[in-house]
């Protein structure tokens, strides 16, 4: 009945529209079936074996902004959901290199393997009207059969919200309880030290406060950003002036440890126009990022330079990811540094693509290393 088709995941065969109608018409016979899911304040549908939708409540259509079942009968989560990746490959969603880490998929899956319930989290990234939307969710999978066939009841709860304060609690306050606690021990060492080294001391102040603002600004920026409030404000940028600022901005922080920040000799001096501030956010995290992947002693390099009629600024580090850590970047709350952690990545892509029109990307591997890098329209003529 189906045909085997190649997946770098799950299966990638799907049922007819015909036999995902059938199916339709046999839940139809569940007595009660629509007063009873239909009456649940969260998402649910049934899929068939091949992950499809035969059956959705009313608040996963409303979710959706679908006016009749047809709109989604036959597809799969991520295709319903408009998951970036869903069409990735031929096969949809499910049999991409991405699926493999996506919550939503395995717990289908393991759902059909065990027989019994399973619970996963799920971080998804949606394009809804042209613009990236992040999500996360907690998604239940619960095999079942009836009338000789199998079928997989799914449900889904929204914790994004729950979420967020948590990376806030975590990311926010703990980090600026930090940078704070530095900061007064500087003050602290200057009742102490000779006059001579005052000075330094003073300088290390001025950048540990710089800190704290600029972790404020960030926050409420990227509240902004996710509520389509945020308002860009265009100026002239010089490259080479603009990259001096991040690295002394960043020359004391935490993360510079033992660690040297340096400007390519190469990096070509240009006017352009655009956002400084939300552009100093996408590079200091670049610039963090590439730190904390690094070794003690060793440097990281920034680059900024034309990419034909663009400018991409770059930077690079000499630590590679993983298959798992790559495909798995730009998620919302995604980190390689422990729970609760990870909006950095996801800040750029937001900040870069959604507001000042650039590309955000990025390319590892064992031997270059890992370079981050976004691409700007703008430039001003010489």
Do not use: W
């Not at 190469?266 to 904390?292: C, G, H, Q, W, Y």
């Not at 495909?327 to 995604?334: E, N, T």
């Amino acid at each position: 009945m189906y045909q085997y088709m190649d997946t770098k995941f799950a299966p990638g065969e799907r049922a007819s529209m015909a036999e995902v109608l059938l199916s339709k018409s046999k839940l139809d016979h569940f007595p009660f079936i629509d007063e009873i899911f239909c009456s649940l304040s969260y998402i649910f549908c049934i899929f068939n074996d091949q992950r499809q939708i035969v059956f959705v409540n009313d608040m996963l259509m409303k979710s959706l902004g679908v006016e009749h079942v047809d709109q989604v009968l036959g597809r799969r989560f991520g295709e319903a959901f408009e998951c970036i990746h869903a069409s990735d490959e031929i096969n949809g969603c499910g049999t991409s290199e991405h699926c493999r880490y996506c919550g939503a998929i395995n717990s289908i899956v393991k759902s059909k393997i065990t027989m019994a319930k399973t619970i996963e989290e799920c971080r998804i990234r949606r394009m809804v009207n042209g613009k990236e939307h992040s999500m996360e969710l907690e998604v239940t999978s619960t095999p079942f059969v009836f009338e000789k066939e199998h079928f997989t009841i799914f449900s889904v709860i929204d914790i994004t919200d729950r979420k967020r304060r948590g990376l806030i609690e975590k990311i926010f306050f703990h980090d600026i309880q930090n940078t704070a606690g530095s900061l007064n021990n500087i003050f602290e060492l200057l009742e102490e030290v000779p006059e001579a080294d005052k000075k330094e001391l003073l300088t290390i102040a001025a950048s540990l406060s710089r800190q704290i603002l600029d972790e404020i600004a960030t926050q409420r920026l990227l509240s902004q950003a996710e509520n389509a409030s945020l308002i860009i404000s265009d100026q002239r940028i010089n490259t080479k002036e603009f990259l001096d600022v991040v690295v002394k901005d960043l020359r004391y922080h935490e993360v510079s440890a033992e660690k040297e920040i340096l400007i390519e000799s190469t990096s070509e001096s240009l006017d352009f126009v655009s956002d400084p501030v939300i552009l100093r956010k996408i590079i200091n995290n670049m610039v963090k990022n590439a730190l904390e992947a690094s070794e003690p002693g060793e440097s990281i390099s920034l680059k900024v330079q034309r990419n034909g009629d663009k400018i991409r600024f770059e930077v690079h580090n000499r630590a590679f990811m993983t298959p798992e850590v790559e495909l798995q970047v730009f998620m919302r709350s995604f980190s390689t540094k422990g729970v609760q952690r990870g909006l950095g990545t996801y800040s750029m892509k937001i900040f870069g693509e959604q507001y000042l029109g650039g590309k955000v990307n990025f390319t590892t591997d064992a031997e270059k290393g890992t370079i981050f890098y976004i691409d700007l329209e703008n430039i001003l003529p010489d």
